[in-house]
């Protein structure tokens, strides 16, 4: 099932922390860097693990033009939709999964991520990410 794309600023009111992880995976798929840097704090503790490498990153900029934007989806790579997007609370901290379906050069490919997070409230204080990577997809995905 793929989900429709809207601006990551368009949710209804409701809490808070729990809306960023959702609003973080809308505005990632939308490519939509302003968003991005706008939901973290202007210091974070990110971490991240995708098949290769361990990331790190200490300010939003970093975050979203380095690393999400600036290594894990360059210009070249189209993520097509969202495929999937949920949200849960743990005690203490939130968390978010989501699916995108991304083309490159390299054809079709499925990305899961899954975070963990703390907010400040609206904004994104702490986040680890696990990466599934590019996951190619056959010719009749």
């Known amino acids: 099932m793929s989900l429709p794309l809207h601006s990551a600023t368009d949710h ?11 609003r973080f995976a809308r505005a990632l798929a939308a490519k939509d860097s302003a968003t991005l840097r706008s ?3 202007d210091t974070i503790d990110f971490q991240a693990l995708t098949p ?3 990331w790190r990153a200490a300010t939003a900029s970093e975050v979203v033009d380095q690393i999400v934007l600036g290594q894990w989806f360059d210009p070249d790579d189209d993520i097509q939709r969202l495929e999937s997007v949920s949200t849960s609370q743990l005690p203490g901290r939130e968390h978010v ?11 079709d490919h499925i990305v899961e991520q899954q975070a963990y997070y703390n907010t400040d409230g609206a904004r994104i204080t702490w986040m680890r990410v696990l990466c599934s990577g590019y996951l190619k997809l056959g010719d009749d995905s």
């Not at 999964?97 to 054809?107: F, K, Q």
Request: hydrophobic letters at 40%.
């Open 12 to 22: 209804e009111a409701g809490d808070a922390a729990a809306e960023a992880g959702e």
């Open 39 to 41: 939901l973290f704090a």
């Open 52 to 54: 290769g490498r361990h």
């Open 97 to 107: 999964d989501y699916r995108l379906r991304v083309r490159n050069a390299d054809g």
